[in-house]
């Protein structure tokens, strides 16, 4: 069955990286997008950004721009999100999750576990 | 401040039928975007429950179901069980903001 497995929980000081990674397997990685998306304590889902896991294509959320960075390993059906400068409000969980084609359009399923950020000095 | 609107919270009686809706604009749902909705329990991962805004993912129960009509689209459970107490999120497409959006999300009390 389709399945995206995240790794584990990260704790990180003010003004690190993050760098977390979601396997993928049971269909082609290369034919699908990866989207992130994040849910802080209390907050909404909060889209991050997508990834085309063949092309290498990325399309970044306004509010992360210039903070984020998603990537792929196509050879490990592994992508990877990394969010830098990070401030106690980047306290979340993060979910990677399969788009529904190579397209950032359309419907996000099936999602990974999600991985707790805790930013704390 | 999400651009797609939904209410907080609803509620209702076991068997009982609600609907929550998700107001958009000319950028989003107005602009022929899809609208898909997710089941959210805490702790869990977010369920697929309508996509392409009438569609229902095999495995996902017909009590179920979603509208869409201009800028705005609804999610409608029938028949309300116990374990349908959960958060519902709506998803589309923002073209001024060039990105995946979501809307606020709605918490369903099941009385």
């Known amino acids: 069955q389709v399945q995206l497995v995240q790794s584990g929980a990260e704790v990180k000081k003010p003004g690190a990286s993050v760098k977390v990674s979601c396997k993928a397997s049971g269909y082609t990685f290369a034919n699908y997008g990866v989207h992130w998306v994040r849910q802080a304590p209390g907050q909404r889902l909060e889209w991050m950004g997508w990834?085309?896991?063949?092309?290498?294509?990325?399309k970044y959320s306004q509010n992360f721009q210039d903070r984020v960075t998603i990537t792929r390993d196509t050879s490990a059906s592994t992508a990877y999100l990394e969010l830098s400068s990070l401030r106690s409000e980047d306290t979340a969980v993060y979910y990677c999750?399969?788009?529904?084609?190579?397209?950032?359009?359309?419907?996000?399923?099936?999602w990974g576990q999600g991985t707790q950020v805790t930013v704390s000095s | 401040q999400s651009v797609l609107t939904q209410p907080p919270s609803v509620s209702g009686a076991p068997g009982q039928r609600v609907t929550i809706s998700c107001t958009g604009s000319s950028s989003n749902i107005g602009a022929s975007y899809d609208v898909h909705w997710y089941q959210h329990l805490p702790g869990t991962a977010p369920k697929l429950l309508i996509s392409?805004?009438?569609n229902r993912p095999s495995g996902v129960p017909d009590r179920f179901s979603g509208s869409k009509s201009g800028t705005s689209a609804s999610l409608t459970i029938t028949g309300l069980q116990a374990e349908d107490e959960a958060d519902y999120y709506c998803q589309s497409y923002d073209s001024s903001l060039s990105g995946v959006v979501f809307g606020g999300g709605t918490k369903l009390t099941v009385l």
């Open positions: 990834i085309n896991a063949g092309k290498g294509n990325t």
């Open positions: 999750a399969r788009a529904y084609s190579g397209s950032y359009l359309g419907w996000i399923d099936p």
């Open positions: 392409g805004n009438t």
